[in-house]
Nanobody
Framework: QVQLIESGGGLVQAGGSLRLSCAAS????????MGWFRQAPGKEREFVAS????????YYADAMKGRFTISRDNAKNTVYLQMNSLKPEDTAVYSC?????????????????WGQGTQVTVSS
């Protein structure tokens, strides 16, 4: 069982930056591929970024390429999402997810554990 706790969300003006963190419990964090997803009100959950268990491979949704960076620190059991040049359309609840078997993925159904999410609001 893995517990994930996100932090770092908040209110930011358009063009600003935020860094989200996702702290994981357990001793096997370094074996999990991790992902970030988001869900805006009235919309379906959307893939943001994913990272391999070692951190050597990252993958982004097209809308986030060049603005968002996913990274991880396995010694701290934490995955990060650095978000720059934020836009009002980035407003959503951002959740991290862990996949216990298999490589990184953009498909939410492939992830086994989810955090509660953290709200990101970008004002225009």
């Amino acid at each position: 069982q893995v517990q994930l706790i996100e932090s770092g969300g908040g209110l930011v003006q358009a063009g600003g930056s935020l860094r989200l963190s996702c702290a994981a419990s357990g001793r096997t964090f370094s074996t999990y591929a991790m992902g970030w997803f988001r869900q805006a009100p009235g919309k379906e959950r959307e893939f943001v970024a994913s990272i391999s268990s070692s951190g050597g491979i990252t993958y982004y949704a097209d809308a986030m390429k060049g603005r968002f960076t996913i990274s991880r620190d396995n010694a701290k059991n934490t995955v990060y999402l650095q978000m720059n040049s934020l836009k009002p359309e980035d407003t959503a609840v951002y959740s991290c997810a862990a996949r216990s078997a298999g490589p990184y993925s953009s498909s939410s159904h492939r992830y086994d554990y989810w955090g509660q999410g953290t709200q990101v609001t970008v004002s225009s």
